[in-house]
């Protein structure tokens, strides 16, 4: 077989957890699979880079900071060849350019467009276990370094996968696979044997980062088998799977919470045809993805209220673009709220089951939690709600929907 496996910051955090996954790995391709390796940057690593270019910049170059950010993995693709090597196996560290990983030109929010492989499939055929830095690619045109936006090692193994015709996909992490709900926010909740492509993208979209979005999306288009397992244990994971039956029989299959959007208001914008329309073209022009949205009806017919969301890291560039529309507009101002969270329920089941929202909103009201926005699709309710009743919401959303673990 052929199996990318892709080791997550936890999982090569020092020395000692890089010489784990070298046995890992070598202990796989000594069972007679061809193995690539995708690997992310050291634990907190990405987050010091990211703190190092703001202590000498209050607005760091996106090209220059998907160079210093590439660095992470770079340190551990040779690292953990070194210890492969080190067991007496071939191996061979490529970074993103070296894997021919070409990607569009967004800096640090890069889409991959293409993958040659050429190199990782020889080496492979030639019994080399590859490795490649996660997270990063290069343009086609003039070879600049991108970087896949946060988690994005995710995707390059996904990817790679799916370009090589991978057998499985396994991305190795410090939980065991994915649960109801974060496992370190909630310890009752349960672990899941297998979820669908769907629920695992929205439960990644709604902020569990135990897969990134992009990833769970492509894997979803191009059908890669995968498995999300833990580094420290050898317990089977979660197969991420094309959606069955018996997934509809439950309600509610997860409950996830993002902390990392920003709420946003334009206040008293004239309430005529074309302004919502300009407003989310300015923002989406910049490459910011709005997530909620609501408009307040007009009282007077005259003049009403815009809210949305935007992922933190793109806030002060969607104020900036609000404030310059604000001011065409003639509205009456911009608010920001740093201090909110979105919890979302998500499951295959909402499309059977009635009063799954309803349920949602009476659990939250009955911990006195306050609604600010609401937002569903066919398999998931968002609520935003004030930041520091999170881990509460969880909490009690978790137990209203019967996820946690049988005893
Ligand atoms: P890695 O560094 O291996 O990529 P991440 O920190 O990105 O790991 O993702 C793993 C984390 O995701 C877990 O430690 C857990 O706190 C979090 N998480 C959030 N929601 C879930 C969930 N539903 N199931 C499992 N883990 C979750
Ligand atoms: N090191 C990057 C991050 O922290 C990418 C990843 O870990 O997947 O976001
Ligand atoms: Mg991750």
């Known amino acids: 077989m052929l199996i990318v496996q892709k080791y997550g910051g936890t999982s090569v955090a020092d020395v000692e957890r890089i010489k784990a996954v070298a046995e890992r790995v070598v202990r796989t391709a000594r069972e007679g699979h061809k193995v690539v390796v995708v690997v992310s940057a050291m634990a907190g690593e990405t987050d010091k880079l990211i703190e190092l270019a703001y202590q000498v910049s209050s607005h760091p170059g996106e090209r220059e900071m998907d160079l210093l950010l590439s660095s992470g993995e770079r340190v551990t693709s040779a690292l953990t060849a070194m210890a492969i090597q080190e067991l007496g196996h071939k191996a061979i560290a490529l970074t993103g350019r ?38 990063q690619g290069i343009t086609e045109d003039d070879g600049e370094v991108t970087t896949l936006g946060r988690g994005g090692s995710d995707l390059t193994a ?33 672990k899941l044997e297998k979820i669908s492509y769907e629920e695992m993208l929205e439960l990644a979209s709604s902020g569990a980062k135990v897969l990134q979005t992009r990833s769970v999306e492509f894997a979803m288009k191009y059908n890669v088998p995968l498995v999300v397992r833990s580094t420290f244990t050898d317990n089977p994971g979660t197969y991420v799977v094309k959606e069955d039956k018996d997934m509809e029989k439950v309600e509610v299959s997860g409950v996830a919470y993002d902390k990392n959007q920003t709420k946003i208001t334009i206040l008293g914008v004239p309430d005529r045809p074309g302004i919502a329309a300009k407003l989310f073209k300015s923002i989406a022009d910049a490459n910011i993805v709005v997530d909620m949205i609501v408009q307040n009806i007009s009282s007077d017919g005259k003049a009403t209220d815009i809210s949305f969301t935007v992922p933190r890291t793109d806030s002060d560039r969607a104020v900036r673009i609000t404030e310059e529309i604000a001011r065409e507009l003639g509205a009456k101002g911009v608010s920001v ?22 349920k949602m909103f009476e659990t939250l009201a009955n911990h006195g939690i306050n609604i600010m926005m609401i937002s569903t699709s066919e398999i998931k309710v968002s609520c935003v709600i004030d930041a520091k009743y999170t881990e509460l919401a969880v909490r009690v959303l978790h137990n209203a929907f019967d996820l946690a673990a049988e005893e």
């Open 337 to 358: 709220d740093d201090s909110i969270a979105k919890v979302s329920i998500v499951g295959v089941g909402m499309k059977t089951h009635s009063g799954v929202a309803a």
């Open 158 to 190: 996904v990817a790679i996968a799916s370009v090589l015709g991978a057998d499985l996909c396994e991305i190795y992490t410090d939980v065991e696979g994915v649960y109801t709900t974060d496992p370190n926010i909630v310890p009752e909740a349960r």
């Open 98 to 135: 070296q894997m021919g990983i070409i990607t569009d030109a967004v800096h640090t929010k890069a889409k991959i467009e293409k993958i040659s492989g050429e190199r990782a499939k020889k080496a492979l055929d030639e019994g080399y276990v590859v490795v490649v830095a996660g997270f």
